[in-house]
């Protein structure tokens, strides 16, 4: 169960990382123009969901196996319970704001630009944004319920 918690735990950790760089650039991105946008998110996040997405599903994954494997331990349910709802809600998320962007902007050029690209910007910025909340949630209630355990009299 301890090897089972650490490694959910890293996986958690990195959940947070790609969110958490994405927000931290959401002030200085929303000030690009056009064309430099669309040359970073084309080139720069290139291979990012191939990197992350598994590392998302996968504390998504270990979060369901420990909920699972303590359900009769109601603090260590309702933190694993509240955690998988955020990964859950990660990957909605994503799906809802980011992908359509992402799907859209690839065909896209300099040329073809459209007038309304900054609705594009801010619907992914803002996706990234409620995914890193949702990733700082899950992370800290997990690290909040392995310091817990451990230091609990009664060690699994």
């Keep these: 169960m301890r090897t089972l918690r650490i490694v ?4 958690a ?5 790609a969110p958490m ?25 290139r291979g990012w969901g191939e990197a992350f997405g598994p590392v998302e599903i996968l504390a998504l994954v270990t979060t369901v196996a420990l909920l699972l494997m303590r359900w ?5 349910r309702t933190a694993c319970l509240i ?5 859950a809600a990660m990957l909605i998320n994503f799906f809802a ?19 309304n ?8 910025e803002v996706g990234h944004a409620l995914t890193a909340l949702f990733s700082i949630t899950a992370f800290v209630v997990l690290v909040r319920q392995h310091l817990t355990v451990a230091r609990s009299p009664k060690k699994e």
Excluded at 28 to 38: E, P, Q
């Design 72 to 76: 009769r331990d109601r603090h260590t």
């Design 21 to 45: 760089a994405h927000a931290l650039e959401m002030i200085s991105k929303l000030k690009l123009d056009g064309a430099l946008w669309l040359g970073i998110q084309q080139h720069l996040y």
């Design 117 to 124: 690209w900054s609705v594009y910007r801010t619907q992914w």
């Design 83 to 87: 955690a998988a709802l955020c990964y």
């Design 97 to 115: 704001f980011n992908q359509p962007v992402n799907q859209a902007i690839n065909g896209w050029t300099i040329d073809t630009l459209p007038a």
């Design 13 to 17: 950790f990195i959940a947070t990382t």
């Design 8 to 11: 959910n735990l890293i996986f």
